[in-house]
């Protein structure tokens, strides 16, 4: 055969080989919510495959998500309080749950009745967890901070804590609606003496009406945690940047017994192992 009829067979194989022995590829980039996202660098023999497969759970009043859909996260966590009473967190752990968000302490006076089981458990599991304070209106900012901090040890190895800010429409006792300009300052006063405390910022859950009735959307200076059980983030928050999805309340998580939270971190595998090494100290 002549040089040039060799050259013409050979080079497309040599091209199309090429194409199929690729490796590396860096998938850092890609936001969460794309399908063709890869939790970690790894080797592939092309850029399709594998498929990354991320934890689905079932969910009691399941919501038709579209192409931003919670399972094309790949970390997922849930919270707890005293409601969910006994859990089998080994179970929780083998099914996907990642982190755990425990309820702590509410106003100046309220210990949850499951808090010191919970964070015991959590942590003999492996599984990442920080501890949540739900606010009060009707008592000084001051005083519950020091009331979690009676509370919550300062240990290594825990995420960093969480303001659970929202109405709470079913409290008995106090039906106080701060102006927002009050409420702004009252978290400043509970997240600085948090930080100076366990030495991390903490993090800020809360829900859109609260979100909207406050002004939330310029209190900077910490990682957000969105409720958002009907729509995605972007869809209600007008963007704003958030660290964590609460996308349903009546999720079903082996080894929680009845309803469960469930939440995805915004990123990927990668980008969350990150985020740990930098903030669990």
Known sequence: MRRSTVLALVLPVALFLAACTRVGYDFADVVPGQPQQTAQPQVLTAPHSPTAIHPRFGDRKPHPWGSRAPWTYAVHGTDVSKYQQSVDWQTAKASGISFVFIKATEGGDRLDDRFHQHWREAKAAGIPRSAYHFYYF?????????WFIRNVPREAGTLPHV?????NHKSPSCKLRPPPETVRAEMRVFLDMLERHYGKRPIV?????FFDRNGLVGFGG??????????HPDDLYGKHPFLFWQYTGTGEVPGIKGDADINVFNGTKAQWQTWLKRHIR
């Open 205 to 209: 859950y809360t829900t859109i009406d």
């Open 163 to 167: 303001l659970d800010m929202e109405w």
């Open 138 to 146: 009707c008592r000084p900012a001051k005083e519950q901070a020091e």
């Open 222 to 231: 910490n990682d957000w945690w969105l409720r958002s059980v009907a729509a």
